[in-house]
């Protein structure tokens, strides 16, 4: 069963061997628990979602409301300082902020493409 750890490490805004200090285990250690074939047990995830501020749910994959980690695409200046302030943020902040820009896009995407959201003064080019 592949496992969220690496996904939920990133979105707290650790490396590896942050983790792996963080746990007092190795850094080679916090990889394995990584890889899609690592053998997490229990003891070890309840260790590693406390660590990382997060849920066992999450840790585990099972947690729907966690986004998936987009690898490749190019990241704007805009979208870099916005992800500073997200991990910047408590992981249960975090979703609470996932779910009011998911209901802020939904509602963008009823109004049409060219509707500016209320309080916005930057305009679409």
């Known amino acids: 069963m592949p496992y969220a750890v690496a996904r ?4 707290a805004g650790m490396s590896q061997a942050e983790l792996a200090s963080r746990l007092g285990i190795s850094q080679q250690s916090v990889a394995y628990y990584e890889k899609p074939d690592g053998d997490l047990k229990v003891s070890v995830a309840l260790r590693i979602a406390e660590a990382l501020g997060t849920t066992i ?11 998936p980690v987009i690898i490749g695409e190019m990241v704007s200046g805009d979208e870099m300082e916005l992800l500073g302030y997200f991990r910047a943020l408590p992981m249960r902040e975090r979703y609470r ?13 009823q109004r049409g493409s060219e509707a500016v959201p209320e309080g ?3 305009r679409t080019a």
């Open 120 to 122: 916005d003064s930057r």
């Open 97 to 109: 902020a996932l779910g009011y820009i998911e209901r802020m896009s939904e509602e963008y995407a």
């Open 8 to 11: 939920c490490r990133e979105l």
């Open 57 to 67: 749910d999450a840790l585990l994959g099972l947690d729907d409301a966690a986004p």
